[in-house]
């Protein structure tokens, strides 16, 4: 079965930078695309990111285009964000998922998320 | 830019019928698969359906799913509703320009 397990959240100074990952287990990760997705407080779900599996494929969503990063390390099972110059927007809980392997497909697994706190 | 329209609450009776709209205002939803998410506070979202009528495994058939084009929306239905379905829906989907798309959410409020 499929595991994600997220780390690195925390409360972080506006314009800082902050580096999230996510632990994969229970499946072959080097075959799958894999997604950040975010929920701000009161608000819904946004996709932030995607990769390809193999990582030669990278979109952002507009509201993080340009300071953000995402990347893969498919010897470690491991997915990476990093987030730049970050604004009290940027506020959420930060979902790993991941893809069924075509465009339009679903996000079949999640993680359980990492709480990401913007404030002065 | 497509964008992705769900009323933001909607609430009935344990037993009764629910059905949650999401509408595609470019007017093109039939343009890929519409997905369906179960969010309850504290935890992860789930996929209840996926391309726009199937139920994953686990997923009672009192959830099903449906596409109208002439209306350009798509419609999660959840029959004999139950305590255990309050909750928050998103319906998803995918465009070539827009990538992945969320609606807004609807929050599920059994009486």
């Known amino acids: 079965q499929a595991q994600l397990v997220e780390s690195g959240g925390g409360v972080v100074q506006p314009g800082t930078s902050l580096r999230l990952s996510c632990a994969a287990s229970?499946?072959?990760?080097?075959?799958?695309?894999m997604f950040w997705v975010r929920r701000a407080p009161g608000k819904g779900l946004e996709w932030v990111a995607f990769?390809?599996?193999?990582?030669?494929?990278?979109y952002y969503g507009d509201s993080v285009k340009g300071r953000i990063t995402i990347s893969r390390d498919n010897s470690e099972n491991t997915l990476n964000v990093q987030v730049n110059r970050l604004r009290t927007e940027d506020t959420a809980v930060y979902f790993c998922?991941?893809?069924?392997?075509?465009?339009?497909?679903?996000?079949?697994?999640w993680g359980q998320g990492t709480l990401v706190t913007v404030s002065a | 830019n497509f964008m992705l329209t769900q009323p933001h609450s909607v609430s009935e009776s344990p037993g009764k019928t629910v059905t949650i709209s999401c509408t595609d205002r470019s007017g093109n939803i039939a343009r890929n698969y519409v997905h369906w998410y179960q969010q309850r506070p504290g935890s992860a979202p789930t996929t209840v359906i996926y391309e726009n009528n199937k139920r994953p495994s686990g997923v009672p058939d009192r959830f099903s799913g449906s596409v109208d084009s002439p209306s350009n929306s798509a419609s999660l239905t959840i029959s004999g509703l139950q305590t255990d379905d309050e909750a928050d829906y998103y319906c998803?989907?995918?465009?070539?320009?827009?990538?992945?798309?969320f609606g807004g959410g609807t929050k599920v409020t059994v009486l």
């Open positions: 998803q989907s995918y465009g070539s320009s827009t990538f992945w798309v």
């Open positions: 990769i390809s599996s193999d990582g030669n494929y990278k």
């Open positions: 998922a991941r893809g069924k392997g075509y465009s339009g497909s679903d996000f079949d697994a």
């Open positions: 229970g499946f072959t990760f080097s075959t799958y695309g």
